[in-house]
């Protein structure tokens, strides 16, 4: 499998309740510089670490139990939720990247919210994929991706994980 999309991914109650834990107006989320890893600084955005370097990082971690489940991940890498905010009526485009080098890691976007954003992934052919609520994104993680953000609206919010 290279790669694979799942519309309406998690039950609608399931859904719900991850939605409104995340969105809610005590939820931290923390300021980085860069998007990705890989450039001192691209463009700024908010992210919570749920799972990192092999621990959780988070009393929201549970959380994810759903799409562990779901995806029944063997074993969980990285587990990270990303917030774009809207800053421009200019879409801006992150730097090519891969999520890690490990052989038969896979990653998968779940996106959150729909915006007219979308990721970009570099594979054997170029691949568009939009962000609609409820939305799974899965790939092998070697492969190139980078994110386009949204102009229409505030925020554009995903879940990262990482996972064998």
Known sequence: MKYKCIKNFL?????????????DKYFPWFYSDAQTMYVNKDRFF???????????????????????????????????????????????????????????????????????GFTFLKADKNIK???????????DSRIEHCVISQTDTNKRMVLNLNYL
């Open 11 to 23: 039950k609608k109650n399931d859904y719900n309740n991850f939605y409104n834990i995340i969105n």
């Open 129 to 139: 994929v939009l962000c609609e609520e409820n939305k799974i994104f899965i790939f």
């Open 46 to 116: 908010f992210y919570h670490n749920l799972f990192y370097e092999g621990e959780h990082s988070s009393p929201y971690c549970n959380i994810i139990d759903v799409f562990i489940k779901r995806l029944k991940i063997k074993k969980l890498l990285s587990a990270k939720l990303n917030l774009v905010t809207k800053d421009s009526s200019e879409k801006y485009i992150s730097h090519l990247h891969v999520d890690n080098h490990v052989k038969k890691a896979k990653t998968a976007i779940y996106y959150i919210n729909t915006n007219n």
